[in-house]
């Protein structure tokens, strides 16, 4: 019965996770991730995700593919560049945080690598696939009618109303004016 319930669980969390694939700026997210102009919700679904099924797999002994070796190597190498930078004298550039964004940097290497890892993982089976790209399909095609929408409506008004500046304001950060 547990087992069943995390399934479901998920399940849920795999279609949050890619039918938010094309809202790259969530403001709630980014508000959690310190003000970033990027801050997409499919990474929090990701982790979720993560969390709660790909670490068991891999306990479970269900490893990683062996096509994700060569990933890894690369992301090693990408760490140890980013420690070695420390090293290195650089020039201050606009008051930049330089920890600070090499925190970014490795979130970012993070984000990248813990996807390619998860959807390589999670699409071994052909339902999961066809599923996902049926979701994939219906949330692009969301967007490209809300993006007809918003080009209609800069046709025939030349601006955009305050309410279509405030659903799209739900979904990302910077809302043109």
């Known amino acids: 019965m547990l087992a069943?319930?995390?399934?479901?669980?998920?399940?849920?969390?795999?279609?949050?996770l890619v039918v938010?694939?094309?809202?790259?700026?969530?403001p709630l997210v980014s508000a959690l991730a310190?003000?970033?102009?990027?801050?997409?919700?499919?990474?929090?679904?990701m982790l979720l995700l993560a969390a709660t099924w790909m670490l068991p797999q891999w306990i479970k002994g269900r490893g990683l593919l062996p096509h994700s070796?060569?990933?890894?190597?690369?992301?090693?190498?990408?760490?140890?560049?980013?420690?070695?930078?420390?090293?290195?004298?650089f020039p201050?550039?606009?008051?930049?945080?330089f920890t600070r964004q090499q925190l970014v940097e490795i979130a970012t290497l993070g984000l990248g690598v813990g996807t390619f890892l998860l959807v390589s993982?999670?699409?071994r089976d052909e339902g999961r696939l066809r599923a996902t790209l049926r979701w994939?399909?219906?949330?692009?095609?969301?967007?490209?009618?809300?993006?007809?929408?918003?080009?209609?409506?800069?046709?025939?008004?030349g601006a955009y109303p305050p309410w279509l500046e405030d659903i799209?304001?739900?979904?990302s950060i910077h809302i043109w004016h």
């Open 92 to 97: 201050v550039f606009r008051n930049v945080n």
């Open 168 to 171: 799209q304001g739900l979904f």
């Open 20 to 26: 938010s694939l094309p809202v790259t700026s969530l």
């Open 121 to 123: 993982t999670y699409l």
């Open 136 to 157: 994939i399909n219906w949330s692009g095609l969301a967007l490209i009618l809300w993006s007809g929408v918003q080009f209609a409506v800069w046709q025939w008004r």
């Open 4 to 16: 069943r319930l995390f399934s479901r669980v998920d399940a849920a969390l795999w279609f949050l």
């Open 34 to 45: 310190g003000g970033s102009m990027v801050a997409p919700p499919a990474g929090v679904f």
């Open 69 to 89: 070796i060569p990933l890894l190597f690369f992301a090693v190498s990408a760490l140890v560049s980013c420690l070695a930078a420390y090293f290195i004298e």
